[in-house]
């Protein structure tokens, strides 16, 4: 009897141990069931975590690689509202494009829509604007770049 109830009891816990198994390779195959991954609703490769390699130094912004065009927004917080940082850069060799007509377009957290034109910083760089908003949430965040006639979109978010 003392051996019935020591095997069940082994069996119980092994049946335990192999389900916990694979759930733990359930998460690492697949970050959506993992409790402590976090995901955002940006478009094509958004990061918000500085890198450098084989695409170059970030900014410490989102990044998105599209066609031979490096995008990055880098959003700030200020006492008036939210600096952002565009840079627009040629994906190879990361050149800066001075040249473009860049707009943006931001939802904001109520839903409205905000649009405005970002102006070209020689010193930094980079194109720049201010959004005179403080309101709390997640901004979602669409830039249209006029490259030489050719139309360059990325999509971002960020949470202020």
Avoid: W
Wanted: hydrophobic fraction near 30%; charge should be negative; aromatic fraction near 6%.
């Amino acid at each position: 009897m003392i051996s019935l109830k020591s095997s069940l009891i082994i069996l119980g816990s092994v049946g335990l141990f192999s389900l916990q198994a694979c759930s733990n390779a359930n998460q690492a195959t697949n970050p959506e069931n993992s409790p402590t991954t976090s995901t955002s609703s940006t478009q094509s490769s958004a990061s918000p975590i500085a890198k450098t390699g084989g695409h170059g130094e970030s900014h410490g912004g989102q990044v998105v690689e599209t066609g031979t065009y490096h995008l990055e927004l880098v959003p700030e917080k200020e006492a008036n509202g939210t600096h952002m940082d565009f840079y627009l850069q040629k994906a190879d060799n990361h050149e800066a494009i001075p040249n473009a007509k860049v707009t943006a377009q931001v939802q904001l957290p109520d839903g409205t829509q905000k649009s405005f034109n970002l102006k070209y910083d020689t010193e930094g760089k980079h194109y720049t604007a201010l959004l005179p908003v403080n309101a709390t949430g997640q901004y979602q965040v669409k830039v249209t770049s006029d490259v030489d006639g050719k139309k360059v979109d990325g999509r971002f978010n960020f949470n202020k």
